[in-house]
């Protein structure tokens, strides 16, 4: 397995350091439509040459599938760098930032006229932009959306969470850090071996419809892994991406391989406290790529379709009813 340790500020959400400027991705409906129309021809062209058996090698197949994802996201996705600063206030927007400069245009041609009317259109901008700034505030409150309404708790209450500062960058601590998370395994001395498969061996097999289902379940928001596939382009192009992975999760199945580009994983220590004294004030947080959870997740379907309905008299205890899934006994 691929183990990639990053300590930025570039690798979740959720570690967002102080910084003046940041990257902004812009992505439009003719942007979707241009990839989704890559991702349909490319899906139909590697769909054709597999079935003939010229894919034989499953790394090179699932290698060129999301590298040829990434080209298209990147020939289709504008990024543009924004100058955040520190005292800017939440209500600014384009159309006031238009009218500061008009002013600052008008103040400079030492038109009085000119530069009181521009002053006044600031002014009634300024206000306008308070207005839309304060109505989308109290929007947070009349939908059902959780996360919205705890956005609007923290706009009210100013609440600004502190960003612990990014742990050292130096090699060796990155080297120490890793020994410290592989520490449970350093003294297993036993060899994996490959279970071997019988004759009358069945493997698991998914359909399209039930790769474009979980596809199309994906959260947008879900950080993406180290092949950098974000999660809004998996699930706007389910119907074009669902034929080439299914495909290439059944041969995977079929041939008991997980390719390398699937178990790549970039563990990002998310410090546990604000001031972290030892190495055990870390918390590996673990980024694999989308698509590997959505494989996850179909075997899991089928995992829980072979369990009965009613695991047994200890269900109340370890094991949940509905869904089968084990809970933590107290």
């Known amino acids: 397995m691929g183990i990639t340790l990053f300590t930025g500020s570039e690798t979740l959400d959720h570690l967002n350091w102080d910084s003046c400027m940041y990257s902004h991705t812009g992505r439009n409906k003719q942007c979707e439509r241009k990839t989704n129309t890559c991702f349909y021809s490319f899906s139909m062209q590697n769909l054709n040459t597999s079935q003939t058996g010229t894919y034989i090698d499953i790394e090179r197949y699932a290698s060129s599938v999301l590298d040829y994802i990434s080209t298209s996201i990147d020939s289709v996705t504008t990024q543009k760098q924004i100058t955040m600063y520190p005292n800017q206030k939440p209500w600014m927007n384009r159309d006031v930032r238009l009218l500061l400069k008009a002013r600052n245009i008008a103040f400079r041609s030492g038109d009085a006229q000119t530069y009181s009317t521009a002053r006044a ?72 071996s490959k279970v071997e498969l019988t004759a009358g061996h069945q493997p698991l097999t998914f ?7 979980e596809l199309s379940r994906i959260n947008p928001r879900k950080a993406a892994g180290p092949d950098g596939i974000p999660g809004r382009v998996l699930r706007t192009c389910a119907a074009e991406l669902a034929g080439v992975l299914t495909d290439l999760f059944n041969l995977s199945l079929a041939h008991a391989v997980v390719p390398t580009c699937f178990k790549s994983t970039s563990i990002v220590p998310v410090p546990k406290h604000s001031t ?55």
Request: hydrophobic share 30%; glycine share 2%; proline share 10%.
């Open 276 to 330: 972290p004294a030892c190495l055990n004030d870390y918390r590996p947080v673990a980024l694999t790529p989308i698509i590997t959870k959505c494989l996850e997740q179909l075997v899991l379907a089928q995992l829980k379709s072979c369990l009965p309905p009613n695991p047994g008299p200890l269900s109340s205890h370890s094991w949940t009813i509905k869904t089968h899934t084990p809970e933590c006994c107290s």
């Open 207 to 213: 359909s399209t419809t039930d790769v474009r289902a």
């Open 121 to 192: 259109n600031l002014k009634r901008g300024i206000k306008k932009a308070k207005h839309d700034y304060k109505l989308k505030v109290e929007g947070h409150f009349s939908n059902s959306n959780p996360r919205s309404m705890w956005q609007g708790i923290q706009v009210i209450s100013n609440y600004k969470p502190i960003n612990p500062s990014p742990p050292s960058t130096d090699i060796s601590f990155l080297i120490e850090l890793n020994n410290f998370y592989a520490r449970f395994e350093k003294d297993n001395q036993e060899q994996a």
